[in-house]
Nanobody, 120 residues
Framework: VQLQASGGGLVQPGGSLRLSCATS????????MGWFRQAPGKERELVAS????????NYADPVKGRFTISRDNAKNTVYLQMDSLKPDDTAVYYC??????????????WGQGTLVTVSS
């Protein structure tokens, strides 16, 4: 099982990034997916989640209206479009596969992180 996150980098405040999480070794269609982040000195937090077919999405309050989670089951990939980025969004971002089709924040598979730095 692999979850390969990519797309992080350095961006100025107000800018955008699109993270991707390419999965393999399991049937992604069967699982809800989530994006998480961990800032220095802080605990890992849930950013956004999406059900198995994309029919249900949820966002943490700090990112509502700015981030969009989506998935392409044919490509076994989940995405996180991040717009209007703020310095507080600086963190290592992780993707995770939930234990079932609807997101319950019980992660079965974790990916490695990708670093997002928002700074001028």
């Amino acid at each position: 099982v692999q979850l390969q996150a990519s797309g992080g980098g350095l961006v100025q405040p107000g800018g955008s990034l699109r993270l991707s999480c390419a999965t393999s070794g399991f049937t992604m269609d069967d699982y809800a997916m989530g994006w998480f982040r961990q800032a220095p000195g802080k605990e890992r937090e849930l950013v956004a989640s999406i059900s198995w077919n994309g029919g249900s999405t949820n966002y943490a309050d700090p990112v509502k209206g700015r981030f969009t989670i989506s998935r392409d089951n044919a490509k076994n990939t989940v995405y996180l479009q991040m717009d209007s980025l703020k310095p507080d969004d600086t963190a290592v971002y992780y993707c995770g596969a939930d234990i079932g089709a609807l997101f319950r924040n019980i992660i079965k598979y974790w990916g490695q992180g990708t670093l997002v730095t928002v700074s001028s």
